[in-house]
């Protein structure tokens, strides 16, 4: 955990929160961040994240839940520099489909693909993309 609601048990995006494990990270402040999913939808393919651990949205206090917004809506507007269209996405328990029980959205860049969320392998992100869209997403 990198501030408040220790996980029961090791979580990855707390780790990368505290800057324990690497991240593509484009935007940080006190209580948030948002870095690149490391196997991504899309191209651009985002996680806004708490810096507070909480399974899903209704573990995290009030004013965790506003500033996770806040940062959404700032990432939404990197994003537009992608693609002007894109995904949000909140799964919320296993049958929902999350797999990292630390809360998150998605903020999914679409480019006029067909469904990108069918079942089927997805491509690592490459270290040279990732660092090209942490130059253009990464700036204020
Ligand atoms: P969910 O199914 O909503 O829990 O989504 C979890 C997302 O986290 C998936 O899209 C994974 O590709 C992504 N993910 C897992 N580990 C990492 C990591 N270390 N860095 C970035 N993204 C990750
Ligand atoms: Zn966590």
Redesign the pocket.
């Known amino acids: 955990m990198s501030d408040g609601g220790a996980p029961a048990e090791p979580c ?1 995006f707390c780790d ?1 929160t505290a800057h324990r ?1 690497p ?1 593509y990270i484009v935007f940080e402040d006190a209580t948030t961040m948002a ?5 991504p939808f899309t191209r651009g393919h985002l ?1 806004v994240v708490p810096k507070r651990h909480g399974a899903r949205l209704t573990d995290l206090p009030f004013d965790d839940q506003t500033a996770l917004v806040r940062t959404l809506d700032e990432v939404c507007r990197r994003a537009e520099r992608l693609a002007p269209d894109y995904n949000i996405a909140l ?1 919320a328990g296993a049958a929902a ?4 029980f630390h809360v ?1 959205f ?1 903020v999914i860049p679409r480019y006029g693909e067909s469904n990108p969320f069918v079942s089927r392998s997805r491509e690592r992100l490459r270290d040279d993309d990732a660092r090209a869209l942490v130059d253009t997403l990464g700036a204020g």
Not at 97 to 100: D, L, S, T, Y
């Open positions: 990855v990368i494990s991240g870095f690149l999913d490391i196997f996680l799964n489909g999350q797999i990292v998150h998605h």
